[in-house]
């Protein structure tokens, strides 16, 4: 059963500091890429950001270049999303999506996507 689960998200002041998790199981996982999408409240779903299988390639939406990081830990089947510098504007239901393939491809499907996390920024 392929499942990808969220995990870390919560309330936080502006300006803080949150880190998610998305374990994965039930696929070859480090044959996919794995993305970090957000949905704020009456918007559209957003990828923000995507490591590519073998970690040879990252890259981040423009608003969240130099305050979130993604990383991989192909031995824990689990992909990391370090966010600083929250912003109101980051409020938003995280997801996790895998994408199989080498190459992360923004304008492609996902195949397997997780329920998601909530993040809140808020003072």
């Known amino acids: 059963q392929v499942q990808l689960v969220e995990s870390g998200g919560g309330l936080v002041q502006p300006g803080g500091s949150l880190r998610l998790s998305c374990a994965a199981s039930g696929f070859t996982y480090d044959h996919y890429n794995i993305f970090w999408a957000r949905q704020a409240p009456g918007k559209e779903r957003e990828r923000v950001s995507c490591i590519s299988s073998r970690d040879v390639g990252r890259y981040y939406q423009d608003s969240v270049k130099g305050r979130f990081t993604i990383s991989r830990d192909n031995a824990k089947n689990t992909v990391y999303l370090q966010m600083n510098s929250l912003q109101y504007e980051d409020t938003a239901v995280y997801y996790c999506?895998?994408?199989?393939?080498?190459?992360?491809?923004?304008?492609?499907?996902?195949?397997?996507w997780g329920k998601g996390t909530l993040v809140t920024v808020s003072s």
């Open positions: 999506a895998a994408q199989y393939g080498s190459s992360c491809r923004g304008g492609d499907a996902m195949d397997y």
